[in-house]
């Protein structure tokens, strides 16, 4: 190590054995532009070292207060994905007399699905999408073959009873038996493509919705909640048929909610194992404002259509925090530096499984280098050209996803307009 690095080196380590906060205030100014012939900053090194401390307090400080639009109060948001028709009740899950008793009941509804996609149909005047909401009458016939369906146990209305509208069909039914506890139960269905075909011949005025984006943005925001728990449970299922730590066979316990391995000896069956249970795969997806406060930085994949510019994101490392994710995955695609981050808001995404976990955050540096491996483009755009695209749909330069994405509720966050605007 050469005497500048040393030097460097010393003054980190004192800061981080010292912990002089004065130092990094705002009244004392740290020079955070300072570099080596390496052209290393001093947070460069703490990062290189290992110091996590020091890089954090460097990241968030630097001399300068933390930006006003990181002090608002950040009220809870629900965004699309997120709201439901249900209440989930994992205390059933267990109870096989209660469980088997619901499928058979009258009031209780099906969802149906194929290949991850939900049946739907067209209703009302001005024709919405809406899910087909089916009894146990419609679908008895698909699950006499275990070999045919997949059934998950969704939960049970919220509120109190109401009497199971069945949209796609009416039929005349018999006498209800009595409700013991008043609970309306709801299933996921997921049925194979042989199965599917049978029941759209039967139902004409039915269909499965595909491709699932952007087709599942149409649904009602509560029945989107619904397809966002079903679809990811139905995907883990279709994923794990067969144990991840032996290969042998599995089967389905708890309502659909955990996979139990069919070998006596596998480990799986020793304790608790996240294997056996449906995955969630978080990924920070972040607003990330120039230093001045007047632009934002956003990207776009060779996949999006073109024009489309959107928030960056990426997965959530093991043994990382959301912050450092944030600026890593940030500096990894764009070049750009990152410090402070604020947690904003979620969303569950059923593509298949993953948690978005929105943030706003403050670029510490300016130039855009671009990993091509990662995105196709980035760039810095002023607030004016946000507003300017989301008030008066001016698409001519660039336009962001749409309303029900967490990108779109980042952006508008971040130029200080209301969510539902």
Same mark, same amino acid.
């Not at 304790?271 to 001045?292: A, E, F, K, L, W």
């Given at each position: 190590? @050469?005497?500048?690095?040393?030097?460097?080196?010393?003054?980190?380590?004192?800061?981080?054995?010292?912990?002089?906060?004065?130092?990094?205030?705002?009244?004392?100014?740290?020079?955070?532009?300072?570099?080596?012939?390496?052209?290393?900053?001093?947070?460069?090194?703490?990062?290189?070292?290992?110091?996590?401390?020091?890089?954090?307090?460097?990241?968030?400080?630097?001399?300068?207060?933390?930006?006003?639009?990181?002090?608002?109060?950040?009220?809870?948001?629900?965004?699309?994905?997120? /709201?439901?028709?249900?209440?989930?009740?994992?205390?059933?899950?267990?109870?096989?007399?209660?469980?088997?008793?619901?499928?058979?009941?009258? @009031?209780?509804?099906?969802?149906?699905?194929?290949?991850?996609?939900?049946?739907?149909?067209?209703?009302?005047?001005?024709?919405?999408?809406?899910?087909?909401?089916?009894?146990?009458?419609?679908?008895?016939?698909?699950?006499?073959?275990? @070999?045919?369906?997949?059934?998950?146990?969704?939960? +049970?209305?919220?509120?109190?009873?109401?009497?199971?509208?069945?949209?796609?069909?009416?039929?005349?039914?018999?006498?209800?038996?009595?409700?013991?506890?008043?609970?309306?139960?709801?299933?996921?269905?997921?049925?194979?493509?042989?199965?599917?075909?049978?029941?759209?011949?039967?139902?004409?005025?039915?269909?499965?919705?595909?491709?699932?984006?952007?087709?599942?943005?149409?649904?009602?925001?509560?029945?989107?909640?619904?397809?966002?728990?079903?679809?990811?449970?139905?995907?883990?299922?279709?994923?794990?048929?067969?144990?991840?730590?032996?290969?042998?066979?599995?089967?389905?316990?708890?309502?659909?909610?955990?996979? &139990?391995?069919?070998?006596?000896?596998?480990?799986?069956?020793?304790?608790?194992?996240?294997?056996?249970?449906?995955?969630?795969?978080?990924? &920070?997806?972040?607003?990330?404002?120039?230093?001045?406060?007047?632009?934002?930085?956003?990207?776009?994949?060779?996949?999006?259509?073109?024009?489309?510019?959107?928030?960056?994101?990426?997965? +959530?490392?093991?043994?990382?925090?959301?912050?450092?994710?944030?600026?890593?995955? &940030?500096?990894?695609?764009?070049?750009?530096?990152?410090?402070?981050? $604020?947690?904003?808001?979620?969303?569950?995404?059923?593509?298949?499984?993953?948690?978005?976990?929105?943030?706003?955050? +403050?670029?510490?540096?300016?130039?855009?280098?671009? @990993?091509?491996?990662?995105?196709?483009?980035?760039?810095?755009?002023?607030?004016?050209? +946000?507003?300017? &695209?989301?008030?008066?749909?001016?698409? $001519?330069?660039?336009?962001?996803?749409?309303? /029900?994405?967490?990108?779109?509720?980042?952006?508008?966050?971040?130029?200080?307009?209301?969510?539902?605007?």
């Amino acid at each position: 190590m @050469d005497t500048e690095n040393f030097l460097l080196y010393e003054w980190i380590k004192m800061l981080y054995l010292q912990f002089s906060l004065p130092i990094l205030s705002p009244v004392y100014r740290c020079d955070r532009s300072i570099v080596n012939r390496s052209n290393q900053t001093a947070l460069d090194i703490a990062k290189f070292w290992g110091y996590k401390h020091v890089s954090t307090l460097l990241s968030k400080a630097m001399g300068v207060p933390k930006p006003f639009y990181l002090l608002k109060k950040v009220e809870e948001y629900e965004n699309y994905f997120s /709201r439901t028709l249900l209440d989930r009740k994992s205390e059933k899950r267990t109870n096989l007399k209660w469980l088997s008793a619901k499928q058979s009941h009258p @009031d209780t509804v099906y969802i149906l699905f194929s290949d991850l996609s939900p049946l739907v149909t067209l209703t009302g005047q001005q024709p919405e999408v809406r899910l087909c909401r089916l009894n146990y009458l419609h679908i008895k016939d698909y699950i006499a073959n275990p @070999d045919n369906f997949i059934l998950v146990f969704l939960g +049970v209305e919220l509120g109190t009873k109401k009497e199971c509208i069945n949209i796609m069909i009416r039929e005349d039914t018999k006498e209800e038996d009595e409700d013991e506890d008043g609970l309306v139960a709801w299933f996921a269905l997921g049925i194979n493509a042989i199965c599917a075909e049978q029941f759209k011949q039967r139902h004409e005025d039915c269909y499965f919705l595909h491709p699932p984006m952007p087709a599942l943005l149409q649904l009602k925001e509560k029945e989107a909640g619904v397809v966002a728990q079903a679809r990811s449970v139905l995907a883990w299922h279709s994923r794990y048929k067969f144990c991840p730590t032996c290969g042998s066979a599995t089967k389905i316990e708890e309502g659909g909610y955990k996979r &139990v391995c069919l070998k006596e000896d596998c480990p799986s069956l020793q304790g608790v194992h996240n294997t056996s249970y449906p995955r969630v795969d978080p990924v &920070v997806i972040m607003q990330v404002v120039h230093p001045d406060g007047n632009k934002c930085l956003l990207g776009r994949q060779k996949r999006f259509p073109p024009g489309m510019f959107t928030c960056l994101a990426g997965f +959530v490392e093991p043994g990382e925090t959301i912050e450092d994710a944030v600026r890593r995955e &940030v500096e990894e695609e764009s070049g750009v530096k990152v410090g402070s981050v $604020q947690y904003i808001s979620c969303q569950p995404w059923p593509m298949p499984s993953s948690l978005m976990i929105g943030c706003l955050a +403050v670029a510490m540096s300016t130039e855009i280098k671009v @990993d091509k491996n990662e995105i196709d483009d980035a760039r810095w755009f002023t607030k004016e050209q +946000v507003i300017d &695209v989301l008030t008066k749909g001016n698409q $001519q330069s660039f336009f962001v996803p749409p309303s /029900r994405a967490i990108a779109h509720q980042l952006i508008k966050h971040w130029i200080g307009m209301n969510s539902n605007l």
